[in-house]
């Protein structure tokens, strides 16, 4: 059963992911675009800059440091971070929307019929008839991770509010510290990009001291490719890697930011705030970016009852 109210709002989710991605490519495009516009303005030959020895040396030595440095389930979250930043942040104001939806419903049905309510739920989410009326949350394995675990200590009883609340903190300072993790293997490959170039550009020094008895020509072309390699290492350095690394860290943030609305809104709950009121603590955890407006909630609210 889908969500109703949030029709529009998804299509607006996908419009803004769809202009995240438009923005990486025109990035990107502006990046290398206004490289080879201001070198070949000054006369240089594009040719001279497809040195694929230097690409060999400078990618190689790159991906081995990666592969050195960090382990398979490390390198695997490098990639889907990659590609998610690539496709834009999925946590929109619609994806927000949801979420205060969906602890709403879960928190009122709690206060309508007992804690012990939300225990088929909080112990199988993927069965769930509420849990699937919202598939953003339910795709974020993190978010439901945290929001079962908690809800099935509450449903022990026996903890106090601020207990819990050390919990929760102690939880999505794991979490967070775990995720931050990629970015930060992404941002130490960047900084030593340049490095890598400074070695390619060493190799092709070496290879044009072995020419020094050719004519100039031939040295000099060489002594290009050479430096070629040091280009390289900065332009992926600071214009690609760099910034996706930050990119990728920014969205780390985002989803931690998730995590507070949730925690905000169970805090609440359970120091006896009836959900409505539960659900704007969590609201007032939301990024003011992406956060929804009282009345949307309010509407969002009337919808789930």
């Known amino acids: 059963m889908a969500c109703p109210l949030l029709e529009e709002p998804q299509s607006v989710g996908l419009n803004n992911r769809h202009a995240v991605l438009m923005f990486v490519i025109l990035g990107l495009a502006i990046v290398f675009a206004s490289i080879i516009a201001g070198y070949t303005l000054h006369g240089g030959q594009l040719l001279v800059l497809f040195q694929i020895s230097e690409f060999l040396i400078i990618g190689g030595s790159a991906l081995g440091a990666l592969l050195i440095a960090n382990p398979p389930d490390l390198l695997r979250r ?63 394995q993190h978010a439901v991770a945290f929001f079962c675990d908690t809800m099935k200590v509450v449903l022990n009883g026996g903890i106090p509010p601020h207990d819990l609340e050390d919990l929760m903190d102690l939880d999505l300072e794991t979490i967070h510290h775990k995720e931050t993790r990629a970015p930060a293997a992404l941002i130490t490959v960047a900084d030593a990009l340049p490095g890598l170039g400074i070695v390619a550009a060493v190799l092709g020094v070496v290879i044009t001291m072995g020419k020094v008895d050719q004519p100039p020509e031939v040295v000099g072309h060489s002594i290009a490719a050479a430096l070629v390699g040091t280009f390289l290492g900065v332009l992926l350095s600071y214009g690609v890697v760099g910034p996706i690394g930050r990119s990728l860290e920014n969205h780390t943030h985002a989803e931690h930011r998730y995590l507070n609305c949730i925690k905000a809104t169970i805090l609440a709950f359970v120091k006896g705030a009836p959900p409505v009121v539960a659900v704007e603590y969590g609201r007032r955890a939301i990024d003011p970016d992406f956060r929804p407006s009282f009345q949307e909630t309010e509407d969002a609210v009337k919808r789930t009852r």
């Open 78 to 140: 490098i990639v889907r971070g990659v590609i998610v930043t690539v496709r834009g942040n999925r946590l929109t104001k619609a994806a927000y929307l949801e979420l205060l939806q969906f602890l709403y419903e879960l928190l009122q049905l709690a206060k309508r019929e007992g804690l012990i309510a939300l225990e088929q739920h909080v112990e199988n989410p993927e069965n769930s008839t509420i849990f699937a009326k919202y598939p953003t949350v339910l795709a974020n």
